[in-house]
């Protein structure tokens, strides 16, 4: 059974470090891909980036210069991390395995950046 | 960047009706084109991939179609649960950018 879970803080002040962490169970992120999808609350869905079953990535322009995703296979876990936060960053965070689309999301975790 | 234009941004419906969302490609996607329904406060949740075909135990009342730059999203027979927004998204390359978004009322 293919599940994934974002886990990360829920308030973030502006101008930090945002952790998030998507651990996945039933498939493998050597034969999968796993995108980052960002929503603001009441809005639509904005791609941030992927990480690919080989280990390469792309990233949304907008954010390329603030993002990075990695991981680590052995954990079955998937690392985003964006800096220089600012309040339009706030919304719903999900991570979903990603062939060319998005087939299996995990239940997303609300962040805020607010001082 | 590909843009992708979806309408209308909103739609009002009664039960047991069919209605049409459209998304339009700034260039040819080749058909590599999903759709997605999100509730209110849920994940969003792949209906089609490939411009048409339907995912692993959505009903046969939704239906995609299209080529090119042009397709759409149609629902027969509207059901409650069918009262969401809908997204379709880009999945030739990178970004893989979703439309607007087209939030479906109930009447």
């Known amino acids: 059974q293919v599940q994934l879970e974002e886990s990360g803080p829920g308030l973030m002040q502006p101008s930090e470090t945002l952790s998030l962490t998507c651990t996945v169970s039933?498939?493998?992120?050597?034969?999968?891909?796993v995108g980052w999808v960002r929503q603001p609350l009441g809005k639509g869905l904005v791609w941030m980036g992927t990480?690919?079953?080989?280990?390469?990535?792309n990233y949304n322009s907008a954010v390329q210069s603030r993002l990075s995703i990695s991981r680590d296979t052995s954990k079955s876990q998937v690392f985003l991390k964006m800096n220089s936060l600012q309040p339009e960053d706030t919304g719903t965070y999900y991570c979903?395995?990603?062939?060319?689309?998005?087939?299996?999301w995990g239940q997303g975790v609300m962040v805020t950046v607010s001082s | 960047d590909i843009q992708m234009t979806q309408s209308p941004a909103s739609l009002s419906a009664s039960l047991g009706e069919t209605v049409t969302i459209e998304c339009l490609a700034s260039?040819?996607?080749?058909?590599?084109l999903a759709w997605y329904q999100q509730k209110p406060g849920k994940s969003p949740q792949l209906l089609i991939y490939?411009?048409?075909s339907l995912h692993t135990g959505v009903p046969s009342r939704f239906s995609g179609s299209g080529s090119g730059t042009q397709y759409s999203l149609k629902i027969n027979s509207l059901q409650p649960e069918d009262f969401a927004s809908y997204y379709c998204?880009?999945?030739?390359?990178?970004?893989?950018?979703f439309g607007a978004g087209t939030k479906l009322e109930l009447k």
């Open positions: 039933g498939f493998s992120l050597t034969s999968n891909g």
């Open positions: 260039e040819d996607i080749y058909d590599i």
């Open positions: 490939d411009a048409s």
């Open positions: 990480i690919w079953a080989g280990g390469s990535t």
């Open positions: 979903a395995r990603q062939r060319y689309y998005f087939d299996y």
């Open positions: 998204q880009n999945g030739l390359s990178a970004p893989n950018t």
